[in-house]
């Protein structure tokens, strides 16, 4: 059973930074891509940030604050985010892709992030 789990959400002032955490465990197999996702209340969830391999792409509001990587050793991804801002604010998702012939699609319970002053 695979299973993703974050950490690092928090409460971060406005310019403030954090980063996010999401270790993989159970997976026999690499993980094709890894990304993070977020959804603020009231309304759908939304692709911040996504790796595969080399190759990374933000969501526009993101691009040049946030940055994704990946240790595929340890089977973990993070989220080093800056100048944060309200509009931030949200619970993140960790997302891992596996492909076997069969595409697999798993998701952490999600950390919450509150950007406020």
């Known amino acids: 059973q695979v299973q993703l789990e974050e950490s690092g959400g928090g409460l971060a002032q406005p310019g403030g930074s954090l980063r996010l955490s999401c270790a993989a465990s159970g997976s026999p197999f690499a993980f094709y891509s890894m990304a993070w996702y977020r959804q603020a209340p009231g309304k759908q969830r939304e692709l911040v940030a996504l790796i595969t391999g080399e190759s990374t792409n933000y969501l526009d509001s993101v691009k040049g604050r946030f940055t994704i990587s990946r240790d595929n050793a340890e089977k973990t991804v993070y989220l080093q985010m800056k100048n944060l801002k309200p509009e931030d604010t949200a619970v993140y998702y960790c997302?891992?892709?596996?492909?076997?012939?069969?595409?697999?699609?798993?998701w952490g319970q999600g950390t919450q992030v509150t950007v406020s002053s």
């Open positions: 997302n891992a892709v596996v492909i076997t012939g069969t595409k697999y699609e798993y």
